[in-house]
């Protein structure tokens, strides 16, 4: 469980109120199984080079750098014919010591075409396609541009060479249809009072030129995003009853809001319990708003963010309550859904539950960098962006909660960590599920923890059982694999499950609370806004929690294989009992693990003995020695269930 606390002795032999002499039987030399010490602790190479940008240590280097798009967008969302129409200006930042010929842009619309390369994964056409991204005007620095349309990318051919260190500006109009439901991560859906809008990957985004590969154009699938960083100043123009919740800062609220609602929020932002802004019964009514008929202009701006998003209704409510976050800092926890879903055991939590998983995951991890946190209840079945999330309006109970503090959590990774999710998905997704235990266990009291839903430990009380038929299926992709090839019936339990408690044995088995927290904690603080790798992540935790991990990232994260391990013997020391005994605990297949044994001895006398990894470095069968006085009447390993053992039945050895 992820409550275990055991801390790993490191040293060589194990200690059990002080070893001194003991004997021991010859080491077992039989082949126990797929176990092979030299292969289990051979050196692991990172895929990513150490280089004058990434340090040995899995921190930024004296050079890194990244490139920065700051963007400027006026929409209009015309719900009559489900349109939105913009005029975008980026401000790209060429922060790399290379010049640029050319650009690449994300045109994530254009997945919805009929024959798009993510429509070709499915093998099935869409019935619901459109046009994609519709360019009415593409300009590099006021200047018509050459370019060209691949899939779900647009290269921009420049005139003039973007010189390093140096600025571009793109300005593009443009329009698409916003998909129906079928949208997945962006879509429109009916509620009672009307048409609610979740939407997201709706303006032209800056593909990710880096150090690593540069410019980065895998195309959009299935998988989801990686994004430069910068500020997004947008405004969103919709019709007069409409709400908009946005990412990032409403500015000028007394625009689009009554008086009323705006001394709400102003009381919400002093409470600690949720405030209705715009209440069920004010839904209908005009009052509720600051204009009749006619548009109104929603302007947001957030700083430092790799994306936004938004909702908008006229069928929303509306209610907030205060963040309080470290070092007497505060922020706004808002859900926006439609009546329907306002109920005690649904959405009139969701509130407390943004605002509570928001004020963990920054006492925990890394302080939240901005000033809201919005759920909004739509369509749109759990989807993530900075500081906004799109929730299905329809959940309720735990679920509600499991997927809301999931969500919100990804405000940390990979919105603040950058992580790339299409490459690597087991960081963004498995660094999140691995924070949403906690949050889990210590929302109100554990009221719905521990976790146990589809992304962690579904059907097992005990999360190590639980991944064990996975560990043992020849079919599962390894962790470290890329999210599109991944299918369906993988993907939870490998980038969300697996990866998830790779880091609970990394905090609770291998490194111990202390060394895991600190470790993690400088690794999030290193690169908050930046890019790591995975190189850098191994190397982090490696280099600040002080061991040479190379085994574990290998049959984790590189590697496939299984684990047992089996009590096979207990020897009394030379001249009995009273000197002490030997216990031979044999590692039998590809995985290793430190190791926990509960030793009972006659009396009933029992202790726990913690048996560093390096007792399997020599060989298959690890000889444990302990100072005791009294004959060992039974030996249970992994009495807690912390590893995921294939075979429990070999665990315990009883004395005679
Ligand atoms: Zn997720």
Redesign the pocket.
Known sequence: MNRSLAIIALAALVLVAGCTKHSAPKPATADAGSFDPLKAFARQVFPDSVSATRVADGTPGPAYWQNRADYTIHAVLDPASNTLSADEVITYTNNSPNDLDYLWLQLDQNIYRAGSRGAAVYGVANPNATDGYVLDTVETNGAKTLYIVSDTRAQLRLAQTLKAHSKITIHIRYHYVVPGKSGGRTAHGPSKNGEIYDIAQWYPRMAVYDDLRGWDTLPYLVSEFYLDYGDVDYSVTVPSDMLVAGSGELVIPQEVLTQTEMDRLAQARLSDKPVMIRTAAEVNDPLSRPKQGGTLTWHFKMANTRDVAFGASKAFMWDAARINLPGGKAALAQSVYPVEAAKPNAWNRSTEMVKDSVENFSRRWYPFPWPNAVSVGGPVG?M?YPALVFDDMTMHDATMFWVTA??I??SWFPMTVGFNERRDPWM??GF??FIDVFESENFNHGEFGPKRDS?FSPKSAHPADGLIDLLADPKAPITLMAGDPVIEKYRHPVS?YKSAFGMVLLRDTILGPDRFDYAFHKFIRDWAFKHPSPSDFFRAMDSAGGEDLSWFWREWYFDKGTYDVAVTGVTPAKGGWQNGATITVENRDAMVFPLTLDVRFEGGRTVRVKVPVEAWMRRTGALVPLLGTKPITSVTADPDHALPDHDRANNVWNGP
Do not use: A, I, R, S
Request: no cysteine; aromatic share 8%; proline share 0%.
């Open positions: 759990g993530e999931h969500e959590g990804h963004d997704e999140n599920t992304e969300y």
